[in-house]
């Protein structure tokens, strides 16, 4: 029997368990995936805990993904690009970091909600490790813009210098062939100022909600924010229909939330850990 966990506060609503679960049952793996809730400042400790019990890897979530990224003695580049870690591996007296949420977000867009992303305009609510998980694996998807926004503008700013640093970098040039520069662009905007977005392109084909206010319940609309038609909004939250998904259907967006990015991150952790790609579509249609 192999051991696993996913790591939050809160956790409880988590379905990693059940979803693994399934995976580990149709590849035919002995294994038990539990939740566990770590202090605010004891993420250190609970993974220490686990490793000495013997688990194999842990998943990562709101709000320890950076916690994870010091914790890890060596980093996939995944997550050293996003500088963001949501999946530890145990392996050889080792904790292997890496990021699975861009992944399985961008399959979910793609594969299963069928949104082409190329020359796209993508914006991007929230700063912290949820935004930064994603953001190498949205670049690589070549949009024409991602722009970055949130509360405080110095996160978004300190975010797009981050992203700006890693445009050129070799992992963008293996990955497309050329730096991404010429296919990422990010601008940093205070969602209060109703003035930030004045004289600019604000009108967005996709729409994605990185911040934990699915949760909190204080999601504030972007001021001078406008969809394209067709335009999609996503809500990495899953399981209810948040404020953001319900602002987002009253300016006429198609909206999904973050199951699907839940499945497919979870069967690329599965991957990693086991070496098994499951099949993610019997769990993607009881959504």
Not at 24 to 51: E, K, M, P
Not at 135 to 158: F, G, W, Y
Not at 195 to 213: E, H, M, P, Q, Y
Request: contains cysteine; aromatic residues 8%; negative net charge.
């Amino acid at each position: 029997m192999q051991h696993f966990a996913v790591i939050g506060n809160p956790i409880a609503h988590s379905k990693s368990p059940q979803i693994h679960a399934a995976f580990a049952q149709s590849c035919n793996i002995a294994l038990q995936y539990t939740r566990q809730l770590a202090d605010i400042d004891g993420f250190g400790a609970c993974v220490a805990d686990l490793r000495q019990r013997g688990f194999g890897g842990v998943n990562v979530t709101v709000p320890f993904k950076l916690d994870a990224l010091e914790y890890a003695d060596e980093l996939s580049a995944f997550a050293r690009f996003a500088g963001a870690v949501n999946t530890l591996q145990f392996t050889a007296g080792k904790a292997i970091g890496h990021n699975t949420d861009g992944v399985g977000l961008v399959r979910d867009l793609t594969v299963n909600l069928h949104q082409n992303l190329s020359g796209k305009r993508i914006a991007l609510l929230g700063m912290g490790g949820a935004a930064r998980g994603v953001l190498p694996a949205l670049m690589l998807e070549k949009p024409a813009h991602i722009t970055l926004i949130n509360r405080t503008a110095s996160k978004a700013i300190e975010m797009k210098r981050h992203m700006d640093l890693l445009r050129d970098e070799a992992f963008f040039v293996e990955q497309l062939g050329q730096p991404a520069s010429t296919q990422f662009e990010a601008r940093a905007w205070t969602i209060q100022n109703d003035d930030c977005v004045a004289g600019a392109n604000t009108k967005f084909d996709l729409i994605i909600n990185a911040t934990a206010s699915g949760l909190s319940n204080d999601f504030v609309p972007p001021k001078a924010l406008q969809l394209n038609p067709g335009a999609l909004a996503y809500d990495m939250m899953y399981g209810k229909q948040t404020d953001f998904l319900s602002w987002a259907a009253q300016l006429g967006a198609r909206t999904a939330d973050g199951w699907g990015m839940l499945v497919e991150q979870a069967a690329e952790s599965f991957h990693i850990w086991h070496g098994v790609r499951p099949d993610t579509q019997p769990l993607l249609e009881r959504s």
